[in-house]
């Protein structure tokens, strides 16, 4: 079946431009997380949402990170005025069951560039 | 706080040689740990987890990986290495106090030559 998938694959944006990447989960997975990976670094995670309940923003690095998810499937992460240091690749991932004990099937990533 | 550490950034490795790439974790209670592979361009994919129960897990493409609470090391292993195994890879483990958060390491690029 149809797994995660991303848009753009690839984003070059100048600095202070907005940006939206977007997340398309696999049908029926009802927990979504974006993470943020730099260069030789690990993933960072950034926000989780499960079904309608709040979502768990606690890795968002700035208020210029925002996310939301529509009628609990496709969500989009936006980035408000770029920097230079928000060059990374963007992950989302998916998972069937919330939480702790099942794995998450990630996305291939939206590649951001800042210049 | 958790935490994963991956303390090689490679490792090579012969084909047909038995292959480690390490894992040590930080947690106070019990941990529940993951490895993933994420091969060029494509994203990453589960490979294993250990949540309770046997120490040794085996999970996919022949990996396996061992839970060592003595060492708080969770190694990933494979026998026999393949060329096709060369791919970065990510050990994780969830937070104890929000079980929506996963911290995962800083990746061992594994390289597997013929």
């Known amino acids: 079946g149809a797994g995660v998938s991303q848009s753009p694959s690839n984003k070059v944006t100048e600095k202070g431009k907005d940006v939206e990447l977007r997340c398309d989960p696999i049908s029926g997975h009802t927990a979504l997380y974006w993470y943020r990976q730099s260069l030789g670094q690990g993933l960072e995670f950034l926000i989780y949402?499960?079904?309608?309940?709040?979502?768990?923003k606690s890795g968002l690095p700035s208020d210029r990170f925002s996310a939301e998810r529509t009628g609990g499937s496709v969500s989009t992460l936006t980035i408000q005025r770029t920097q230079q240091e928000d060059s990374a690749v963007y992950l989302c991932?998916?998972?069937?069951?919330?939480?702790?004990?099942?794995?998450?099937?990630f996305g291939p990533g939206t590649r951001l560039t800042v210049t | 706080a958790q935490s994963v550490a991956q303390p090689e950034d490679q490792v090579n490795v012969a084909e047909g040689n038995p292959l480690t790439v390490k894992c040590t974790y930080s947690v106070s209670g019990n941990p529940y740990l993951f490895w993933y592979v994420q091969y060029p361009n494509r994203g990453l994919q589960f490979l294993l987890k250990y949540i309770t129960g046997d120490n040794l897990v085996k999970g996919s493409y022949g990996f396996e990986a061992e839970f060592n609470k003595s060492q708080t090391s969770f190694h990933l292993k494979k026998p026999s290495a393949l060329v096709s195994d060369s791919a970065l890879y990510f050990c994780?483990?969830?937070?104890?106090?929000?079980?929506?958060?996963?911290?995962f390491g800083s990746g061992t690029k594994l390289n597997v030559k013929p």
């Open positions: 991932a998916s998972s069937l069951v919330p939480g702790t004990s099942y794995e998450q099937y």
């Open positions: 949402f499960q079904g309608n309940s709040a979502p768990d």
């Open positions: 994780a483990v969830r937070d104890e106090d929000n079980f929506n958060k996963f911290y």
